[in-house]
């Protein structure tokens, strides 16, 4: 049986396959979408497209000037392929055909994301895998598996040291950007050891492990390296307790929380007396900050994490797309280079909380700052990987049609004859059984910003999931980004590409050379050359 595709590409692929990619991409309604891509000659011109720039696509084998870190806190793969539809469906697309900032990236590989003692891991122990090498156990930061979670004495001598403070160590500039407050899990790695994540500021240690010489995170984070740039929330953990909020002068429940008295906003605007250091913790202040005479930013926008998209108030709080791109803009400026760690830290919190519209908004927000970042780098010497430090239980489905909305329902009804939306999770608080049953979702509003979705099993808070996740890579040494890898494959990676350590072997630098100096030299070559033969006649 004759298969026609199969054959050498027609006139009908060459000529109109190209028209109908285009005008695919321009197409404004769904419909005109499915109408071209119903033709067989569109499929084949995109692959075409696909397969000439994958066979075009070299390996950037040198030194990495710069890298940036994106962690979307978990975001699994079943997340991001619901964001890309959310960000396709928010400019009036169908949505599945979007293709996010992410997406772009040439390298892909998948990460494995277990822990030393968990199979289904936290954001701890997942985080000093890709900030510091080494797996860990869960609760635990910037420690190996040495150490035993909330045991204040098995901290010393098991601290393992993270990219950023190598990156410092050999004069790069660094900097923190994310959505939770700046002493959480993810950051923490970044800059301190501590045998619970959960010890923000000293109030939160027990009197033993005070006794025993154990730190607050918040301390560790203005004292153990020097961090240019900080950006997101955590302000009550800095301050002497009572110390009123200045955004929320009378709450009780966000003010300072430091029982040393110690203000460590100062402590770190004093820390460096012969840099220009600035602390904001208002939009204002912070559109107002001059990027070229500002050489350190601590920016802390909420006493704890910041809000959610959906909730920002943007006359006070900038966004994580807009604190992105300050922190590049300061930490740019060192010719040795800079490490910038932005995490989209909140998809993870709308997943705990089983409400979808809540993290997939900030995983669009996440992949915005992406996407900013591309703009204001260079691929030639910018390291930039994009990653999870976990997945959620999270899924959609339901045999829905094409362009349906992400938020919406399912075509058909269940086996208990009521209606179900595409989205769901497998555990968390969106367990909800009347007389036995499921509720009637169709009596309230599945589109609201704090609907909670179904789930299968009744918990206070949805879990992580364990699969693995994505990591996107583009830049020098990110081809060494490929296949299945340990979670903890992702530091390395980054020490390697910057030579920084233990790497000594590292890749060579960068030259580069315009295309027109090349073709001037060849010229140049060719006329000598030319001259030459004339003057043997």
């Known amino acids: 049986m004759r298969i026609p595709h199969c054959r050498a590409p027609n006139l009908l692929l060459i000529y ?9 991409r321009f197409a404004m309604e769904s419909q005109e979408l499915y109408e071209l891509q119903r033709e067989p000659a569109y499929w084949d011109a995109q692959a075409r497209e696909m397969l000439d720039a994958a066979l075009k696509l070299r390996p950037r084998n040198h030194k990495a000037k710069n890298i940036i870190l994106f962690l979307g806190d978990g975001m699994g793969v079943s997340t991001v392929s619901a964001a890309r539809i959310l960000r396709g469906q928010m400019d009036g697309k169908s949505g599945e055909e979007t293709m996010l900032a992410m997406d772009t990236f040439p390298y892909v590989a998948l990460s494995k994301t277990y822990s030393v003692d968990k199979q289904v891991a936290d954001s701890a122990s997942t985080a000093t895998a890709y900030h510091c090498g080494v797996k860990a156990n869960a609760k635990t930061v910037g420690l190996s598996a040495n150490a035993v979670a909330y045991e204040c004495n098995t901290t010393f001598g098991n601290e393992v040291y993270s990219v950023l403070r190598r990156a410092k160590a050999q004069g790069k500039s660094v900097g923190l950007v994310t959505t939770t407050r700046v002493q959480h899990a993810s950051p923490a790695a970044a800059y301190a050891h501590s045998v619970s994540r959960s010890w923000y500021s000293d109030s939160d240690l027990p009197s033993s492990a005070l006794k025993q010489g154990c730190v607050d995170i918040a301390t560790q984070m203005v004292y153990n390296v020097d961090i240019d740039v900080i950006l997101g929330g955590g302000r009550m953990y800095m301050t002497p307790k009572g110390t009123p909020d200045p955004e929320y002068p009378t709450s009780s429940s966000r003010k300072g929380d430091r029982k040393d008295m110690k203000n460590l906003i100062d402590v770190w605007l004093k820390a460096k007396p012969n840099k220009k250091s600035r602390y904001v913790w208002h939009r204002k202040e912070f559109d107002e900050i001059n990027v070229k005479s500002t050489d350190r930013l ?5 006493p704890k994490d910041m809000r959610f998209e959906v909730f920002r108030n943007t006359t006070r709080d900038p966004s994580i797309v807009e604190m992105t791109e300050k922190a590049i803009q300061i930490l740019s400026k060192n010719p040795k280079g800079y490490f910038l760690f932005v995490e989209g830290g909140r998809i993870d919190h709308g997943h705990h909380d089983g409400i979808a519209k809540l993290a997939l908004t900030e995983a669009v927000m996440f992949d915005s700052a992406i996407h900013r970042a591309a703009q204001l780098t260079r691929e030639s010497d910018t390291l ?3 990653t999870a430090d976990h997945s959620h239980v999270f899924t959609f489905g339901g045999n829905t049609p094409r362009g349906n909305p992400i ?4 075509p058909k009804k269940a086996d208990d004859k009521m209606p179900f939306t595409s989205i769901l999770y497998a ?7 009347i007389n036995g049953t499921r509720g009637n979702i169709t009596m309230v509003d599945y589109y609201d910003e704090e609907y909670m979705q179904q789930a299968a099993v009744p918990l206070d808070a949805e879990t992580h999931g364990g699969e693995d996740v994505a990591i996107y890579a583009k830049g020098p040494m990110a081809h060494l980004f490929h296949g299945v890898k340990e979670q903890n494959y992702v530091a390395h990676v980054m020490a390697y590409a910057s030579c920084l350590e233990p790497y000594t072997n590292c890749p060579p630098h960068h030259h580069t050379h315009t295309s027109g100096s090349i073709v001037n030299t060849a010229s140049n070559l060719l006329f000598g050359l030319l001259i030459i033969i004339y003057l043997l006649r």
């Open 16 to 24: 109109l396959g190209p028209i109908l990619l285009a005008v695919g």
């Open 298 to 302: 601590m920016g802390l926008f909420e």
């Open 384 to 386: 930039t990987v994009v």
């Open 407 to 410: 938020f919406g329902l399912a």
């Open 427 to 433: 555990n968390g608080p969106g367990y909800v059984h």
